[in-house]
């Protein structure tokens, strides 16, 4: 006697179970990468967060002198990928506000110098209240990223990425 998947074996209203016959695949298909409801990748947000928040660290290892150069290079990296333009966009004004500070911090200093210090409580004054405005707007623009949102940060006056 053979087997015939057809026969109802006698049972009433009987159906063939769904997907009985079908040839086991490999388990591996291609996946296409998720997008969130404004069409930005999990990695590429992920991305944009840890450029606003490598600035911060950079900021903070560098004693707020060199806290312009991790989102340069985030930007550098990202500038040609597709999908990740939401990343590009957020390293660059990253970039670009972290310039900001860096040129007023570095003319607190040469005033500082010029005057043989006796400007140095101007300058620690400067310094430490563009390191605290850093601070708050790295995390906020953290923040921003992890929604999928742009941040537009303050005081941005040095345009350098376009």
Do not use: C
């Not at 209203?13 to 969130?36: A, D, I, L, V």
């Not at 999990?42 to 560098?62: E, G, V």
């Not at 140095?120 to 430490?128: A, G, N, R, Y």
């Amino acid at each position: 006697m053979t087997y015939d998947p057809n026969y109802n074996n006698g049972q009433p209203n009987y159906q063939k179970q769904p997907g009985y016959n079908q040839q086991p695949g490999s388990g591996y298909s291609q996946q296409r990468p998720e997008y969130n409801h404004k069409g930005i990748t999990p990695d590429a947000k992920n991305m944009a967060i840890f450029a606003h928040l490598s600035s911060l660290l950079a900021m903070l290892l560098s004693l707020n002198t060199l806290s312009f150069i991790a989102p340069l290079i985030f930007w550098l990296i990202y500038k040609d990928k597709p999908g990740y333009e939401f990343t590009k966009e957020s390293s660059r004004r990253a970039f670009n506000f972290n310039f900001s500070m860096w040129v007023i911090n570095t003319a607190a200093f040469l005033l500082m110098v010029i005057t043989l210090f006796i400007l140095s409580p101007i300058w620690f004054l400067v310094v430490s209240v563009t390191g605290i405005l850093m601070i708050i707007f790295h995390i906020l623009g953290a923040i921003a990223a992890n929604r999928g949102e742009m941040y537009d940060y303050p005081m941005t006056f040095i345009k350098i990425l376009k």
